[in-house]
């Protein structure tokens, strides 16, 4: 059990650019969490998979923001033309029972 | 809808004195609770949780936290703090075990040498 990895840990675009991260859960968990933290804040739910299927999506997540997890393994995350707002820890968990395992984020500098 | 409210979003405390972090949620539904740390530079993980049973959890650190139904509180509590337990803490709620987090905007523990 290696734990949650996400990929890259850090990015830094230019406003306009697509970004993709990418999300390896604990192997066997068949749920997937996608949230955000900006500074100050606490997480804040984006969107979850149960194996390859959206279960919901946040009202957070605008028509810019897709996620796909195509076959139940790993999910990503992408953000189209984004904007200074989007600037963010973007972070990964996975869950099988009743405990979320968090990765280590990937933080977005949108200049 | 769930939310949580941390009232505190910095405490100051004395090495090896006592501390509490104070947490109080709102749901109209039986609810799951969970205490997660954030230490300087690191993820998210989980300190206690709250699922059904004895209303006293503790943590493998010397942290308890307490569900209080009637107060609709989960204060977090640690009767003696150590430099190293330095670090952002949110306390979470969900409605379902599986389901997504609600949490709180977190509180600093900052610990004073």
């Known amino acids: 059990d290696t734990g949650v990895s996400q990929d890259p840990r850090h990015k830094i675009t230019k406003r306009g650019q697509n970004v993709t991260f990418r999300c390896d859960p604990i192997?066997?968990?068949?749920?997937l969490y996608w949230y955000r933290q900006t500074l100050g804040q606490g997480p804040e739910f984006l969107t979850y998979f149960q194996n390859e299927a959206q279960l919901e999506k946040s009202r957070l997540l605008s028509d810019r923001f897709s996620a796909e997890r195509p076959k139940g393994s790993f999910s990503t995350l992408e953000i189209q033309r984004t904007e200074q707002g989007d600037s963010a820890m973007y972070l990964c968990?996975?869950?099988?029972?009743?405990?979320?395992?968090f990765g280590p984020g990937t933080r977005l500098t949108v200049l | 809808a769930q939310s949580v409210t941390q009232l505190d979003s910095q405490v100051p405390v004395f090495e090896e004195a006592p501390v509490e972090l104070r947490c109080n949620y709102s749901?109209?539904?039986?609810?799951?609770l969970f205490w997660y740390v954030q230490y300087p530079n690191q993820g998210l993980q989980l300190l206690l949780k709250y699922l059904s049973g004895s209303t006293l959890v503790e943590s493998i650190n010397g942290f308890e936290a307490e569900f209080n139904k009637s107060q609709t509180s989960f204060h977090l509590r640690k009767p003696s703090v150590h430099i190293s337990d330095t670090a952002e803490y949110f306390c979470a709620v969900t409605t379902n075990r599986d389901d997504k987090i609600i949490f709180g905007k977190g509180t600093r523990l900052h610990i004073l040498p």
């Open positions: 968990a996975s869950s099988r029972y009743n405990e979320q395992f």
């Open positions: 192997s066997e968990h068949n749920r």
């Open positions: 749901s109209s539904v039986s609810v799951y």
